[in-house]
């Protein structure tokens, strides 16, 4: 009779070795900065919030494929969405070296030294 092997987690070791704190403070920053967004989008729309601002000569005329809303807060949407994936490496890194300052480190594990100590 064959022997199954163990199951194990579907997350990867490295994934499971941070503190679930650092991901659930990560994802609700996220979800915060979510929100202010789309509370900003709703209030302001169809108004050009930037009337007083010099446009830029590319503003009618850009290089680039989106659309640009002229008389929306974020004139560029897909790119202000996408930006979020950066937001949440951000909120990681925050998490992380707090995380990581809080830690006493092991003999022998390779940490960085703060200077001046």
């Known amino acids: 009779m064959k022997s199954t092997p163990p199951v194990s987690s579907s997350s990867p070791p490295w994934l499971s070795a941070i503190p679930g704190w650092v991901h659930v403070s990560a994802l609700g920053g996220l979800i915060v900065v979510i929100l ?68 006493t480190p092991l003999a022998g594990n390779g940490y960085l030294a703060r200077t001046p100590p």
Do not use: P
């Open 36 to 103: 202010v967004l789309v509370y900003v989008t709703s209030a302001f729309r169809g108004q050009n919030v930037w009337a007083g601002w010099e446009e830029s000569r590319g503003l009618r005329r850009s290089n680039y494929m989106e659309k640009i809303h002229v008389n929306e807060v974020f004139r560029t949407c897909s790119n202000t969405w996408s930006n979020l994936a950066y937001v949440l490496v951000g909120f990681y890194a925050f998490g992380l070296a707090r995380w990581d300052r809080r830690r």
